[in-house]
T-cell receptor, first 117, second 114 residues
Framework: AQKITQTQPGMFVQEKEAVTLDCTYDTSDQSYGLFWYKQPSSGEMIFLIYQGSYDEQNATEGRYSLNFQKARKSANLVISASQLGDSAMYFCAMRETGSSNTGKLIFGQGTTLQVKP | SAVISQKPSRDICQRGTSLTIQCQVDSQVTMMFWYRQQPGQSLTLIATANQGSEATYESGFVIDKFPISRPNLTFSTLTVSNMSPEDSSIYLC???????????FGQGTRLTVV
């Protein structure tokens, strides 16, 4: 069965510094996708970045990058040059995209990030 | 990308009543999903809304409690029936296009049952 684990309930980072949010996953499928979302206090889910299991390069989107280590089954999110507006809950999620593709996302427990001025 | 309009954005309801949440997408999408996020928790899938047929519910969720409609490829509703305080959560609509790289969410409905 699929599982996503985020072991950091809360993280602090100083403004303008980089921070890494951990995510490990478990799946028996060879084809899958990994997503990161940001959820501010308003409750909306903001899509940040996507990594496919067959992508050879780590995904990047502006200040967000994904450190994908397939053998270790980890997909850590790196936020560079943190800003006060980055303070939010961050979720890692996975979707199986092979023959068992149902489109469903499985979410980790989330990490609360607080950026200090 | 798809633009998703979900409403209401929040509501306070009396126990024993029902609330219907609407999800409107600006383009036709193949997959629509409803998630629940209880306070301080992660997101849990309630069901997949299937166009023209009954929704597919996840373990622990039943149609009598969470009836879902999906009359076309751009619209779906989720009803939370006979509400109790334990139903107080954020309910989120999500859509998937044909590309596996995309999964977008509506703004969410913050429900409080008193």
């Amino acid at each position: 069965a699929q599982k996503i684990t985020q072991t950091q309930p809360g993280m602090f980072v100083q403004e303008k510094e980089a921070v890494t949010l951990d995510c490990t996953y478990d799946t028996s499928d060879q084809s899958y996708g990994l997503f990161w979302y940001k959820q501010p206090s308003s409750g909306e889910m903001i899509f940040l970045i996507y990594q496919g299991s067959y992508d050879e390069q780590n995904a990047t989107e502006g200040r967000y990058s994904l450190n994908f280590q397939k053998a270790r089954k980890s997909a850590n999110l790196v936020i560079s040059a943190s800003q006060l507006g980055d303070s939010a809950m961050y979720f890692c999620a996975m979707r199986e995209t092979g023959s068992s593709n149902t489109g469903k996302l499985i979410f980790g427990q989330g990490t609360t990030l607080q950026v200090k001025p | 990308s798809a633009v998703i309009s979900q409403k209401p954005s929040r509501d306070i309801c009396q126990r024993g009543t029902s609330l219907t949440i609407q999800c409107q997408v600006d383009s036709q999408v193949t997959m629509m999903f409803w998630y629940r996020q209880q306070p301080g928790q992660s997101l849990t899938l309630i069901a997949t809304a299937n166009q023209g047929s009954e929704a597919t519910y996840e373990s622990g969720f039943v149609i009598d409690k969470f009836p879902i409609s999906r009359p076309n490829l751009t619209f779906s509703t989720l009803t939370v029936s006979n509400m109790s305080p334990e139903d107080s959560s954020i309910y989120l609509c999500s859509v998937g296009t044909g590309a596996n790289t995309e999964a977008f969410f509506g703004q969410g409905t913050r429900l409080t049952v008193v």
